[in-house]
């Protein structure tokens, strides 16, 4: 059974040359295609967005990060709509669009991009009145009933995730300590969902990308939100594209100037000093930018391995809090250390 798609990329072919479709194309196997889809929906980035009429698609829009893993553009997207003429002047380009910003907000991106042929006069008119502005042209960019046409290359900058603050960018000997982004969710996943990373912290294992996504979503973005580097994600310098670990310090208390250094790293990373390095680069930076006294660190009592980094970055064990955290059926004594600003 052919699907909905199907029918309205063959629609599209017919009643336009201003889009990739064309008649006799050939596509890709049902399973294929719903392979694609579900894979694409996972990332969390990439968005797929149809617009039914009594259940038949009439318009389409794809928005992708087209260099996913490039540590220089996270910002970039690029993206591609189509609508059936039936349906052209009745505000679903419009919607589409105003889709798609809020995605990419969502997700940091403050550039999006596209190719526009120049005869789509109509098409042109929608993107200049949302904002699009066109950059340039590229000549000869298809051939078309044996002519060649040229393209516009269009772009919006999205201002308001410019705005969104986030932390800096640290570079240490060894790494580089640089904002999360929803793209980190694979990578932090793969390390969060092994029982060893979280045998003693306060978060259970990871089960999926999604749940991997939403820490990123609902944890993560809402620190940055507040203005708080809880956390910041720890790549070697060689590959900044690739998570492999966090640290960020949160609020305690501000009216005592006091943070909480928190931080995990993937099994692979154990043993090396990453962390120590990571953790001195942000209580330096957390020191100097919030103009803290204190700042503190804490980890269970039979966390020997988190202790060590502790003592290892200056801090100074200060006492152990009694049966002080009730996890995963049974008490916990906390051991606490802190370091004060010199």
């Not at 809402?222 to 956390?231: D, I, L, S, T």
């Amino acid at each position: 059974m052919m699907p909905k798609s199907f029918f309205f990329r063959r629609q599209i072919a017919s009643e336009t040359t201003n889009t990739m479709q064309y008649i006799g194309q050939e596509y890709p196997p049902v399973e294929e295609t719903a392979k694609r889809l579900s894979t694409q929906h996972e990332d969390k980035t990439t968005l797929n967005v149809g617009a039914f009429f009594d259940e038949t698609l009439v318009a389409y829009l794809n928005f992708r990060l087209p260099f996913v893993e490039h540590p220089w553009v996270p910002h970039l997207a690029a993206f591609g709509m189509m609508v059936l003429k039936d349906y052209w002047g009745v505000g679903i380009g419009k919607n589409l669009l105003k889709i798609q910003e809020e995605h990419a907000q969502n997700i940091g991106v403050s550039r999006i991009e596209a190719m526009v042929r120049v005869a789509n006069e109509r098409g042109l008119s929608l993107y200049k009145r949302n904002g699009y502005k066109i950059e340039g042209t590229r000549e000869k960019a298809a051939f078309i009933n044996n002519e060649f046409v040229d393209e516009y290359f269009i772009a919006k900058i999205l201002d308001e995730p410019l705005k969104k603050w986030h932390p800096p960018i640290i570079e240490t000997s060894r790494l580089t300590l640089r904002p999360v982004l929803l793209t980190d969710a694979e990578a932090i996943f793969q390390y969060a969902k092994n029982p060893n990373v979280s045998q003693y912290t306060l978060w259970e294992p990871h089960k999926s990308v999604s749940d991997s996504a939403d820490y990123i979503k609902d944890y993560i973005f809402n620190y940055y939100a507040q203005g708080v580097p809880e956390p910041f994600g720890i790549t070697l310098k060689n590959e900044p594209s690739k998570l492999i670990g966090t640290v960020g310090c949160f609020w305690v208390s501000k009216k005592e100037k006091c943070m909480e250094l928190a931080y995990a790293i993937s099994e692979d990373h154990w043993g090396k000093g990453l962390v120590a390095e990571a953790s001195s680069a942000v209580i330096d930076y957390c020191f100097k930018e919030f103009k803290l006294k204190k700042i503190q660190c804490r980890c269970k009592s039979e966390n020997k391995a988190s202790a060590r980094v502790m003592e290892k970055i200056g801090m100074t064990y200060e006492g152990t809090l009694k049966s002080a955290v009730f996890h995963r059926e049974k008490f916990w004594d906390m051991h606490y250390y802190g370091k004060l600003r010199v």
